[in-house]
């Protein structure tokens, strides 16, 4: 695609439900990023993809967060028995592949899930 | 791991007027700095960007300056109109232990009239 899509838009979910939130990255970046804002607050990095590996999950908030990505593209963030703090905004983003390994190029974002967990 | 620390968090100017964001690093390494600009419900999106191999990038009304001595580098708006209101964050790459991007905690932008 054109741009990075992530789906659901919205998602209302009660609490101790699980959800599953999607990133379709561009075509052809290897790398893939998942952060989580919210409301009025800064970006907080969650999990990185280089390729299907995570190197860097150093900012999963709990056990209860995990992230898998399939065939080098897209991404599945899980979130298992949500709770209120889990609302916010999880936002995805991808770049193309870096040097030696290093990410130093542009990250593009998609439109972002707003996950309310009631 | 790298920081990377953003000022101010809120800054008001009056249209026509300049404004001045400034950001710093820890890792001497980083070499690539992004600025991203984010509209109220809407997703970052990148507005400017550098590489360590120059001090300065100037780009219509926008522009960017790197000091690598010190470790700080500045987006600068000119001309400043209400659509510039927003919230902007720079970002820094990783040290050599990690591989994402670090984030600025971001500057709240008001562009009055």
């Known amino acids: 695609g054109a741009g990075v899509s992530q789906s659901p838009s919205n998602k209302v979910t009660e609490k101790g439900k699980d959800v599953e939130l999607r990133c379709d990255p561009i075509?052809?970046?290897?790398?893939l990023y998942w952060y989580r804002q919210s409301l009025g607050q800064g970006l907080e990095f969650l999990i990185y993809f280089q390729g299907n590996s995570a190197p860097d999950k150093s900012g999963l908030p709990s056990d209860r967060f995990s992230a898998e990505r399939t065939g080098g593209s897209v991404s599945t963030l899980t979130i298992q028995r949500t709770q209120q703090e889990d609302s916010a905004v999880y936002l995805c983003a991808s770049s193309g592949a870096g040097l030696a390994g290093r990410t130093t190029d542009t990250q593009y974002f998609g439109p972002g899930t707003r996950l309310t967990v009631l | 791991g790298e920081n990377v620390e953003q000022h101010p968090s809120t800054l008001s100017v009056q249209e026509g007027d300049s404004a001045v964001i400034k950001c710093t690093y820890s890792d001497s390494a980083s070499n690539y700095f992004p600025w991203y600009k984010q509209e109220l419900g809407k997703r970052p999106q990148l507005i400017i960007d550098?590489?360590?191999?120059?001090g300065e990038k100037k780009d219509q009304r926008i522009a960017v300056t790197l000091n690598k001595t010190a470790k700080h580098f500045s987006l600068h708006i000119t001309e400043t109109q209400p659509e510039d209101s927003a919230v902007y964050f720079c970002a820094a790459p990783p040290d050599a232990r990690g591989q994402n991007f670090v984030f600025g905690p971001g500057t709240r932008l008001s562009v009055l009239p």
């Open positions: 550098i590489r360590s191999n120059v």
């Open positions: 075509s052809g970046h290897t790398a």
